[in-house]
């Protein structure tokens, strides 16, 4: 910077420095004579200084040189402010024309004897218009007088933001310019306009111009450019005084600002400038207001420039991204900015009428608003996709086709090419990465985040849906990013659909219907590199098997993710609807059987085409297929689902009951014999109908509930007059006379079919009765009808007590009156019996497995509480177990290790010394079977874990025998002995802690053996897993109790990972590994803690 520049600043300082107090001081002075007087000493302060001060020699030979071509001066001004004003522009200008100059020979002639100088350390040479801050200060408050003082009084009203709103001494300033005689006041704004357009052409000035008087600018060259002749008010009179060229220069002038300012603040101020509504009465002159109700109402001229130049940076590239950030910038995410945002939205979804065609401006904005959608930054990313999301939702709403056309199609554009993907030959993939994952995020942020369903959202998701689902089923295989976005739209689909809509996407999910708009045949889903996925081309399998293999297992993982789907949907009736509309296709497959069955005349092949007589031929197969995955599909429900997902309501639990008794009456007619029905229906039937006891039975209904219910009244008089069990038909006609008289007939015995529930406030939901799943339903009657007893009337044998199920309200509630003989309700939960020890003894030898397995639970349940006939026959109930131990089925045997573990946690000192010896010598009873011999001595292993399992702290004193036993058993010829013995020993070390230290050796040195020398890879691994188990016992003990055995186990993991063929064993080894850094790290680097230490002295 050279010494001028400072002086031409100093000089302008002089001009616009305020004086003393002493200085105007005057009882008779207002204010704005006083600032007249004010104005005055300034200006002639300046020129006396200007004239005696030699250092301001250069400053006015400048000036002297600017005035000589400012053909606008006029010395002879009798306007105080104007001349004042005049003055300003003379320095500005002065200063402008020198810091041009220095500029030019700045980047003309480099400084070649400093560019030698210069060192590396140091900054490059600033430029000579960089200004010091106290200089920018001086600087802007010139310009702040120039605009105050030169422009705003001469715009006309309405036009820009007066000065009387801005602040009281602004209105001060707009009297006193009013109030004088200007003449040429169109001459004055375009040469204080002409002189600031000067200033910003150089871009240090331009900055202090336009980040402070934009708007003033702005406002000046719209009323120089665009005001109509004849228009009434102040400052009209420069429409007769400009020329047409000026007037057309202003207008170039304004197209130039426009386009090289910072759109955002452009849009800003056109807003602004566009005024607020009218307003009636007198604005005040005290505060100002930023808002747009405190801005005038601009003239109609103004405003419909402002409308075409805004609509005009709407359209221009990135236009709609300059309007979001122009009326958003600043916000703070409150309830302010959310309407803002969809008054943003409103904006650009409204079709400008200076637009040529509704179709180009949408073609133009469109692409535009879907951008808003991809923002990083996340500072701004939540506001500006807010705008989008709201934008596409109105325009969905208010322009269908459109929307369609631009943006829906555009943004569902990469799952349609799924589906129309084609293999050309090249390796390159069908739908990029990136394509899929901004893809689905977009319609996760518009359809879920939006949350404004409408048929035509709900229409074009649609289209789309077994694409994303294929893809939700490919991110639940791997980890993925896009898995939760799939989901939230699946799932959302589905609660926002109408039923039948949601009922066939269902179907077409599950393969039950024709599947459309699938992922092409011939590409899959790949793992992209950024954890997302991509369309690629399938490698086809050269055998059969193969195939047929990748697809049945591709059906059946797509089955099991729809389940998942619709157990996350647990507030909604879908699932229940599904599950009841499947249902009712079953139940139609009745009156078809008999179709099915008929013989087919012989086909008549000469009046056929092949086609048909194919389709003919395959027309039952494919009616098989379709009856399978249906059924497929059911199990899958029933298995998957709980019962409050699939009937949530009393109305869904009615509707399966009538299909449920609807099947049962089918057929009735055709077998009128008392012993030509099917026990598995019968027992279906007697379980359905105890269900609807039960409903009738529990807190008073509603007359909806008894109105759903009257639907079950055909079936039940069928049932009660053709059905073949007296048993049925009683229950039945008492069902349908409480359900026809909503409850005010009750037969006396109906309390005995429905059991009240222990809590009355328990409803529907909680009885467990009609939600018993399918499979259970079945496996109980058939384990009935294999049963050799079979139930009679009054009986109280007990194959008729058990109940093999956890609850039995349904079991219960199926049973019948004393009256009609039958069934009791069986005990349920397992509660202790009211019948003798002797009595349950001799039902655990019953040949009937769910007696005896029934039995043994109970006595387990008595050991558990430490009955006293049981502790006094302790050693029946041993004998008891161990022979039951040696049975086939696993619901005896299981129960039998249940029950020892029970004896061995009550009693250890006696019965783990049995056990040990039968597990080291096998059985020693006399009705032993020593050719399964083996088998026996891996259930007692079984008895064994349970029990080192419930010793807890016992462990250090009844586990010494154990582990002795175990040690031998590592020896044992069979390897399964071998194994069993090691993880025994692991379950048991883990929970020594100090007392292993002992045996730290022995168990090292068997270890490491049976890791290096043993064959069997089942063994080394349980070798291997010891050691864990060890590890994770002692934990931060392990370097106290470990402490001379740890490195050779160490040094042993180490030869699995590097040497040992089976890969299992090498994982259960780096598993231990892991251990034993997660130990060392603990020991080396330990937690620290913020803790005080209060120590009190002596």
């Given amino acids: 910077m050279t010494r001028v520049t400072p002086e031409i600043l100093s000089a302008i300082n002089i001009l616009t420095k305020p004086l003393g107090e002493a200085s105007v001081r005057d009882a008779h002075l207002s204010h704005q004579e006083a600032l007249l007087a004010v104005l005055r000493a300034n200006r002639a302060l300046l020129s006396e200084r200007l004239q005696s001060e030699t250092s301001f020699e250069e400053v006015r030979r400048l000036r002297e040189e600017v005035m000589a071509a400012a053909d606008w001066f006029a010395s002879d001004t009798e306007d105080t402010t104007w001349g004042f004003v005049q003055e300003c522009l003379l320095l500005l200008l002065t200063l402008v024309r020198h810091l041009s100059a220095e500029l030019e020979l700045f980047q003309q002639i480099p400084t070649l004897s400093a560019a030698r100088q210069r060192t590396p350390e140091m900054a490059p040479p600033l430029p000579p218009d960089v200004l010091s801050v106290s200089q920018q200060q001086t600087l802007g408050a010139a310009l702040q007088f120039v605009v105050s003082l030169g422009l705003c009084p001469y715009l006309a009203a309405g036009v820009g933001v007066s000065l009387c709103r801005r602040s009281s001494f602004?209105?001060?300033?707009?009297?006193?310019?009013?109030?004088?005689?200007?003449?040429?006041?169109?001459?004055?704004?375009?040469?204080?306009?002409?002189?600031?357009?000067?200033?910003?052409?150089?871009?240090?000035?331009?900055?202090?111009?336009?980040?402070?008087?934009?708007?003033?600018?702005?406002?000046?060259?719209?009323?120089?450019?665009?005001?109509?002749?004849?228009?009434?008010?102040?400052?009209?009179?420069?429409?007769?005084?400009?020329?047409?060229?000026?007037?057309?220069?202003?207008?170039?002038?304004?197209?130039?600002?426009?386009?090289?300012?910072?759109?955002?603040?452009?849009?800003?101020?056109?807003?602004?400038?566009?005024?607020?509504?009218?307003?009636?009465?007198?604005?005040?002159?005290?505060?100002?207001?930023?808002?747009?109700a405190a801005l005038g109402s601009a003239p109609t001229w103004l405003k419909r420039l402002?409308?075409?130049?805004?609509?005009?940076?709407?359209?221009?590239?990135?236009?709609?991204?300059?309007?979001?950030?122009?009326?958003?910038?600043?916000?703070?995410?409150?309830?302010?900015?959310?309407?803002?945002?969809?008054?943003?939205?409103?904006?650009?979804?409204?079709c400008p009428q200076q637009s040529a065609s509704a179709d180009t401006y949408y073609r133009q904005v469109c692409h535009q608003i879907l951008d808003l959608l991809h923002f990083k930054d996340q500072l701004t990313a939540q506001q500006h996709q807010r705008v989008a999301t709201r934008a596409v939702l109105f325009m969905v709403q208010e322009k269908p086709s459109f929307a369609q056309q631009y943006l829906l199609t555009p943004l569902l554009q990469p799952l349609h090419r799924c589906t129309t993907a084609s293999n050309d030959g090249h390796f390159q993939a069908a739908v990029e990465e990136w394509e899929l994952t901004q893809c689905v995020n977009d319609v996760y942020k518009i359809w879920v985040v939006g949350n404004s369903p409408s048929a035509s959202l709900l229409e074009a998701l649609?289209?789309?849906?077994?694409?994303?689902?294929?893809?939700?089923?490919?991110?639940?295989?791997?980890?993925?990013?896009?898995?939760?976005?799939?989901?939230?739209?699946?799932?959302?689909?589905?609660?926002?659909?109408?039923?039948?809509?949601?009922?066939?996407?269902?179907?077409?999910?599950?393969?039950?219907?024709?599947?459309?708009?699938?992922?092409?045949?011939?590409f899959h889903f790949t793992p992209g590199s950024d954890g997302g996925a991509r369309l690629s081309s399938r490698a086809r399998c050269s055998e059969e098997d193969d195939a047929l293999y990748e697809k049945l297992s591709g059906e059946q993982w797509r089955l099991d993710c729809l389940m998942q789907l619709l157990a996350e949907l647990k507030d909604c009736d879908l699932p229940g609807d599904f599950f009841l509309d499947l249902l009712q296709e079953m139940a139609s497959w009745a009156d078809t059987a008999d179709e099915d069955n008929e013989e087919e005349p012989e086909l008549d092949l000469s009046a056929m085409t092949l086609v048909e007589v194919e389709q003919r031929l395959l027309a039952p197969s494919t009616r098989r297929g379709q009856r399978l995955a249906l059924l497929q599909v059911l199990a899958l429900m029933v298995d998957c689902l709980q019962h409050t997902v699939l009937l949530r309501k009393t109305s869904q639990v009615v509707d399966f009951l009538m299909s449920l008794i609807q099947r049962a009456c089918v057929g009735l007619d055709q077998a009128p014999g008392p012993n030509l029905g099917n026990p598995v229906e019968s027992e279906t039937l007697r379980m359905g109908m105890g269900v609807v006891a039960t409903l009738l039975s529990g807190p008073e209904l509603s007359k909806e509930d008894y109105s759903s219910m009257s639907r079950l009244l055909p079936p039940l008089e069928s049932l009660s007059q053709k059905h073949s069990e007296v048993v049925i038909q009683e229950l039945a006609s008492d069902l349908r006379a409480v359900i026809a008289t909503h409850g005010a007939y009750?037969?006396?015995?109906?309390?005995?079919?429905?059991?009240?529930?222990?809590?009355?406030?328990?409803?529907?939901?909680?009885?467990?009765?009609?939600?018993?799943?399918?499979?259970?339903?079945?496996?109980?009657?058939?384990?009935?009808?294999?049963?050799?007893?079979?139930?009679l009337p009054n009986s109280n044998s007990p194959s008729n007590s058990h109940d093999r199920h956890p609850a039995s309200s349904g079991m219960s509630a199926a049973g019948v009156s004393p009256k009609g003989g039958g069934r009791t309700s069986g005990a349920s939960n397992l509660h202790l019996p009211t019948k003798p020890l002797f009595d349950l003894l001799h039902e655990a030898c019953d040949p009937d497995v769910p007696t005896r397995a029934f039995a043994l639970r109970v006595l387990t349940q008595m050991v558990q509480k430490e009955n006293p006939e049981v502790v006094q026959a302790q050693e029946k109930v041993l004998m008891l177990f161990l022979e039951n131990l040696e049975h086939e089925d696993s619901f005896i045997y299981l129960s039998a290790i249940q029950g020892l573990a029970a004896l061995a946690d009550s009693y250890p000192e006696r019965i783990l010394e049995r056990l040990l010896k039968d597990f080291q010598h096998g059985p020693s009873l006399p009705t032993s079977n020593k050719e399964r011999s083996l088998?026996?001595?891996?259930?007692?292993?079984?008895?064994?874990?349970?029990?080192?399992?419930?010793?807890?702290?016992?462990?250090?004193?009844?586990?010494?025998?154990?582990?002795?036993?175990?040690?031998?058993?590592?020896?044992?010829?069979?390897?399964?002995?071998?194994?069993?013995?090691?993880?025994?020993?692991?379950?048991?070390?883990?929970?020594?802690d100090y007392a292993l230290g002992t045996l730290a050796h022995e168990l090292s040195s068997c270890l490491t053996a049976l890791i290096k020398t043993e064959r069997e890879a089942e063994v080394r691994r349980a070798a291997i897993h010891v050691i864990t188990l060890l590890l994770r016992g002692l934990s931060d003990k392990t370097t106290q109790v470990l402490s001379d055995v740890l490195s050779d186990l160490y040094r042993a993991l180490k030869w699995v990972v590097r040497s040992d063929p089976d890969d299992v064993a090498v994982l259960h080894a780096q598993l231990a590994l892991e251990e034993i850094d997660d130990v060392m790290r603990r020991f080396i680097f330990p937690q620290q803690k913020l803790e005080k230490k209060i120590v009190v002295l002596p």
């Fill in 306 to 350: 402002c409308g075409q130049l805004l609509s005009e940076r709407l359209m221009q590239p990135n236009g709609v991204q300059a309007v979001v950030r122009a009326i958003l910038e600043g916000g703070t995410g409150g309830e302010s900015d959310w309407r803002k945002c969809d008054c943003v939205a409103k904006i650009l979804v409204t």
């Fill in 935 to 992: 088998e026996s001595r891996l259930k007692v292993g079984e008895v064994l874990m349970r029990a080192s399992r419930a010793m807890g702290e016992l462990a250090a004193h009844l586990g010494r025998p154990l582990i002795g036993v175990f040690l031998q058993g590592t020896k044992d010829p069979d390897q399964s002995v071998r194994a069993s013995s090691l993880s025994n020993l692991g379950e048991l070390c883990q929970r020594l």
């Fill in 746 to 791: 009750r037969p006396e015995n109906f309390t005995t079919v429905a059991p009240p529930s222990r809590n009355p406030e328990t409803t529907v939901k909680n009885n467990r009765g009609p939600l018993r799943k399918k499979q259970n339903m079945q496996t109980e009657a058939t384990n009935l009808q294999t049963s050799p007893h079979s139930p």
């Fill in 462 to 522: 649609e289209q789309v849906l077994p694409v994303i689902f294929t893809l939700f089923c490919f991110t639940k295989q791997n980890v993925s990013h896009l898995r939760a976005p799939c989901q939230e739209i699946l799932l959302w689909y589905l609660s926002h659909a109408e039923t039948s809509a949601a009922l066939s996407a269902l179907r077409q999910l599950s393969a039950l219907q024709v599947q459309k708009n699938e992922v092409a045949a011939d």
């Fill in 170 to 292: 602004g209105a001060m300033v707009d009297k006193l310019v009013c109030g004088g005689a200007v003449q040429g006041a169109g001459r004055c704004l375009l040469t204080t306009t002409n002189v600031l357009l000067q200033l910003a052409e150089l871009s240090s000035l331009a900055t202090l111009v336009f980040t402070r008087h934009l708007g003033d600018v702005l406002a000046a060259l719209c009323q120089l450019g665009y005001q109509p002749r004849g228009t009434e008010g102040r400052g009209t009179e420069e429409v007769q005084e400009l020329s047409a060229e000026e007037r057309q220069t202003c207008k170039e002038a304004l197209k130039s600002l426009l386009g090289k300012v910072y759109q955002p603040m452009i849009i800003k101020e056109l807003l602004i400038l566009q005024g607020g509504p009218k307003q009636s009465g007198a604005v005040g002159s005290s505060g100002a207001s930023s808002s747009r």
